[in-house]
């Protein structure tokens, strides 16, 4: 038993702890490790090409997730209000891109945007087209998350607030963006996670301009790994740990606090 | 909007409602032409089974549903069309519906906040109502950690709060254990006697209507039975269901009906009685005497089952043809045995007609 849990947290944690040892060789070949040096990460601050890479990544992943809040959240909330309508059929319309397979959703949506730009002069393919592909696979799990929030509530809480004075505009500013917040914020992390790590959707609807990280990493990669490339993803390592280390305290906290005022 | 009064205090409000129809389904039909009128300050309950529409009744008043026809006026002006966060009337829910995302204070002080109340002025009014409302120590908890009965006094400030024009509660109690309800049935009568505010209440439990009601009215299939103080109610019901409703198990078609009597199955009465369907005895109002005692209004029994009770003892007796329920006090007088020959004195008091 012992030995499987060994066996696990190596296949899993191995490959990184390779890739952070190798961002520090001092050589040139992925090959050996010729001693300490920090070479790597000073050739990633002057290389201009990853580093737009890694802003494109970061535009793409801020803006197609905040659209996609936006309109995933109405979405979660109108498939909550209109329940009644036996809206089944639409609900599986909307999940079945989360199931489909990327190559699929990405040849897809380029075909429809090369068509449009043919016949109609919009969607020329760039970082816009990046962002409206990526929008529309990010909507079903926001509206996923907001719909979950919203089904445990109970239903008179809305009704509850109309009581109490509050018009449609300020049951939303009061009532339902409060109580969805934490749901907001973890469907756009959600949504932000899988913008970022998208590869298949961003490299099929991209344009000449518009390499993102993971686009770049790959075109790197295919002229042979570099150090560079490996000291982008100890730092991405690093930023996921940091943020998933600062989650946890944050949970402890809250969950000490909160127990300490229930006694 | 209501004036005030001079002492400060708002005038309570009247509600009149006109003809209301609802139906929420051609199958389903919640309110069948419902005529009511509230008095200002009134306690007043809306009894009767579950889907009767008395739920649905409140949620009309509320602006929650909108009624199919008839129209509904409180203090004197139509409500017709309007919203619900625009009618000066609050509820208290069956379930409370606390915001889980607002502490106690802020439950309380919503409905001021929507109002745009300054936020100083807010917090002396959240302090005094949740001081009359036994909730001042609880402020900085959130709802997760409140018990059913801190819950149901929450929902309480934070509908009173608002001194509307009327309140409305949905079985607030229904969802506590026995003691704290009858507990929270005489708090809850004390503050409406102490505010003065108009109180439409909703409850299933003709116990609880009547203990807390100045006057209720029964509901059955969507329309009104009877409406009533709770002495007439239960002392006069008018129909079969609602003399069934307040718990009366002596209830007879009436076979006969002379000038000066009327035989049912349980044998003849002397009098000259109203005219109806139904006779109905009071199982408290009936006394046991042993053996067989001639007399007026004196029907013969024998006792089948006696069920002690503490303060009262139950006794099912065989009467002519029917069955009948006597309950009679424990004043320290020895028991009937089953099987015994018993004589009921029927007292002129415990005898009502149903008219319907």
């Known amino acids: ?263 | 909007m209501p004036q005030p009064t001079a002492n400060g205090a708002r005038q309570a409000s009247s509600i009149s409602i006109r003809s209301l129809h609802k139906a929420f389904s051609s199958k389903m039909t919640a309110l069948d032409g419902v005529d009511l009128d509230v008095q200002p300050g009134e306690f007043f309950t809306l009894l009767g089974p579950s889907g009767c529409g008395k739920t649905t009744l409140l949620r009309i008043i509320a602006g929650l549903e909108q009624p199919d026809r008839g129209s509904i006026s409180i203090g004197g002006r139509l409500l017709d069309g309007v919203p619900p966060h625009q009618r000066s009337v609050n509820t208290v829910f069956q379930s409370y519906a606390l915001f889980p995302n607002r502490n106690v204070r802020d439950n309380i002080g919503f409905g001021l906040q929507m109002q745009r109340v300054k936020r100083q002025i807010i917090q002396q009014r959240v302090q005094a109502m949740a001081e009359i409302t036994k909730v001042d120590d609880l402020l900085d908890r959130n709802p997760e950690q409140l018990s059913g009965g801190q819950k149901q006094r929450v929902a309480l400030a934070r509908a009173l709060i608002n001194e509307p024009d009327v309140l409305l509660l949905d079985e607030p109690l229904s969802a506590l254990d026995a003691g704290l309800r009858g507990q929270l049935q005489v708090e809850l009568q004390r503050l409406q006697r102490r505010l003065g505010m108009t109180f439409v209440f909703v409850t299933h439990d003709q116990q609880e209507a009547m203990v807390m009601s100045h006057r209720m009215a029964v509901l059955h299939e969507g329309q009104v039975q009877q409406v009533g103080t709770p002495q007439v109610i239960y002392e006069q019901p008018k129909t079969l269901f609602v003399a069934r409703f307040m718990g009366h198990q002596n209830i007879f078609a009436i076979q006969q009906r002379n000038e000066d009597e009327i035989v049912a199955d349980f044998g003849v009465l002397k009098g000259r009685f109203a005219a109806g369907s139904h006779i109905l005895l009071r199982e408290e109002a009936l006394s046991l005497k042993a053996g067989v005692v001639e007399g007026h209004n004196r029907l013969t029994a024998r006792v089948e089952e006696c069920l002690y009770r503490g303060g009262s003892t139950e006794y099912r007796v065989l009467c002519g043809n029917a069955r009948l329920t006597v309950r009679s006090h424990n004043l320290g007088q020895a028991l009937f045995a089953s099987g015994q020959d018993v004589t009921i004195d029927v007292a002129p008091e415990a005898v009502a007609i149903l008219p319907g």
């Not at chain 1, 109405?74 to 319309?93: A, E, I, K, P, T």
């Not at chain 1, 505009?169 to 913008?195: C, D, E, G, M, N």
């Not at chain 1, 790197?220 to 600062?246: F, M, S």
Request: charged share 10%; aromatic share 16%.
């Open chain 1, 1 to 263: 038993m012992r030995l499987f849990w060994y066996a696990t947290m190596l296949f899993l944690y191995a490959p990184l702890a390779v890739v952070v040892l190798f961002s520090f060789n001092a050589a040139n070949s992925p090959a050996r490790f010729a001693g300490f040096s920090l070479r790597w990460y000073d050739r990633l601050m002057t290389n201009d090409a990853l580093l737009l890479a890694f802003k494109n990544s970061l535009i793409l992943g801020v803006s197609s997730s905040l659209i996609a809040v936006v309109f995933g959240a109405m979405l979660g909330y109108g498939m909550y209000r209109f329940r009644h309508w036996h809206l089944h059929w639409l609900v599986w319309l909307i999940y079945l891109p989360i199931v489909m397979p990327d190559v699929v959703y990405g040849i897809s949506e380029m075909t429809f945007f090369v068509a449009m730009h043919r016949n109609f002069g919009i969607f020329e393919p760039g970082l816009s087209t990046m962002i409206l592909a990526h929008v529309s696979f990010q909507i079903p799990f926001v509206a996923l998350l907001v719909h979950s929030r919203l089904l445990v509530l109970d239903p008179l809480l809305f009704e509850a607030c109309a009581d109490l004075y509050a018009s449609p505009l300020k049951r939303l500013r009061y009532f339902l963006i409060p109580v969805l917040w934490p749901a907001l914020l973890a469907s756009f992390l959600l949504a932000f996670t899988l913008s970022i790590d998208d590869f298949v959707i961003s490299f099929f609807t991209a344009g000449p301009s518009s390499t993102t990280l993971p686009i770049y990493i790959w075109s790197a990669v295919r002229k042979g790994i570099t150090p560079e490339v490996n000291a982008v993803a100890a730092l991405i390592i690093a930023a996921v740990g940091i943020a998933g280390l600062a989650a946890l305290v944050y949970h402890h906290v809250k969950f000490r606090f909160s127990h300490s005022v229930k006694t």
